[in-house]
T-cell receptor, first 113, second 116 residues
């Protein structure tokens, strides 16, 4: 069975600082990997996804993520955080085209001015 | 990008009544729709997967008779919470997936259900 671990429940960074949110997955083959962002009381917005190919994936809002098979990781990064990035971030894994999406427990990002 | 509209965004109902939540894909045909439940400060838990024209597939532990799902068309799925109780209060989110191999699902904005 597939699973996702987001080790950090809550992270606080200063505006303008760099950000890295951790995500580790468990799946027997190459998974499909996603990062979503959720603002309070809202649905989820896709930031980026990895299906195959280049392991460094560029997303919206200046985010990127790198798939590292050897570490079973798909960490999300942003070089300079903006106050509007404060939200809940979810990493998710899908084991194939037909399987369901499994979410991590989320990381709440707080941005201080 | 693809848009999924979920309605209502908030609903308050009395205990014992039923409430229906709609999920519509506005600019694409959704062969598959998913319904999730999210408890405060927690992750999304998949409740069921529905394919147009067929019965929904429910996850283990989800009561089929309580959470009725109808995927009547390629652009509409509904979740009906029957005989709602306060413990059903939660945030419900749908997502819709176009057909094709490497397509991701798009999420609605969620529905906050409060049962009083």
């Amino acid at each position: 069975a597939q699973s996702v671990t987001q080790p950090d429940i809550h992270i606080t960074v200063s505006e303008g600082a760099s950000l890295e949110l951790r995500c580790n997955y468990s799946y027997g083959a190459t998974p499909y990997l996603f990062w979503y962002v959720q603002s309070p009381g809202q649905g989820l917005q896709l930031l980026l996804k990895y299906f195959s190919g280049d392991t460094l994936v560029q997303g919206i809002k200046g985010f990127e993520a790198e798939f590292k098979r050897s570490q079973s990781s798909f960490n999300l990064r942003k070089p300079s955080v903006h106050w509007s990035d404060a939200a809940e971030y979810f990493c998710a894994v899908k084991g194939g085209t037909a399987s369901k999406l499994t979410f991590g427990t989320g990381t709440r990002l707080q941005v201080t001015l | 990008g693809a848009v999924v509209s979920q309605h209502p965004s908030r609903v308050i109902c009395k205990s014992g009544t039923s409430v229906k939540i709609e999920c519509r894909s506005l600019d694409f045909q959704a062969t598959t729709m998913f319904w999730y439940r999210q408890f405060p400060k927690q992750s999304l838990m998949l409740m069921a997967t529905s394919n147009e024209g067929s019965k929904a597939t429910y996850e283990q532990g989800v009561e089929k008779d309580k959470f009725l799902i109808n995927h009547a068309s390629l652009t509409l799925s509904t979740l009906t919470v029957t005989s709602a109780h306060p413990e059903d209060s939660s945030f419900y989110i749908c997502s819709a997936k176009p057909g094709g191999m490497n397509t991701e699902a798009f999420f609605g904005q969620g529905t906050r259900l409060t049962v009083v």
